[in-house]
Nanobody, 121 residues
C-alpha cells in the first residue's frame, strides 16, 4: 500500500517555474515506478513523465520534453517534477501516481489527490 500526497502547485506567470513534490508513505517506495499526469478542465488525463524505481531511467511526453524534469529521492520517499518555461496551456490539476511494474504510460494503481497549477498569460 502506498499513499501519495502532491504539493507545490500554485499560480505562476507564463515563463515562470514551479517544482511539484510527491511524498509517499511506505517503506518500499523505491520499488515503485512513479509518474506525473495532469488533467485540464474538459480534457482527458495526460501522461507527462515517469521515473524508474532507481531513478536511472526517465520518460517524457513530447509536450513537456525539455521543459519538465522528473527526479526522485528514495531516501526521502519523494518524487519531484521541475517545471520550467510554463505556458497557460500547462494549467491543470497535476497528479502523481505509482505502480510496481508494467507500462510506464498507463494503468497506475496508486494516485494522489492532485495539486492545482495555474499559469497566467
Amino acid at each position: 500500500q502506498v499513499q501519495l500526497v502532491e504539493s507545490g502547485g500554485g499560480l505562476v506567470q507564463a515563463g515562470g517555474s514551479l517544482r511539484l513534490s510527491c511524498a509517499a508513505s511506505g517503506h518500499t517506495f523505491s520499488s515503485y515506478v512513479v509518474a506525473w499526469f495532469r488533467q485540464a478542465p474538459g480534457k482527458e488525463r495526460e501522461f507527462l513523465a515517469a521515473i524508474s524505481q532507481s531513478g536511472g531511467n526517465t520518460y517524457y511526453a513530447d509536450s513537456v520534453k525539455g521543459r519538465f524534469t522528473i527526479s526522485r529521492d528514495n531516501a526521502k520517499n519523494t518524487v519531484f517534477l521541475q517545471m520550467n518555461s510554463l505556458e497557460p496551456e500547462d494549467t491543470a490539476v497535476y497528479y502523481c501516481a505509482a505502480k510496481r511494474r508494467g507500462s510506464i504510460y498507463r494503468d497506475y494503481y496508486y494516485w494522489g489527490q492532485g495539486t492545482q497549477v495555474t499559469v497566467s498569460s
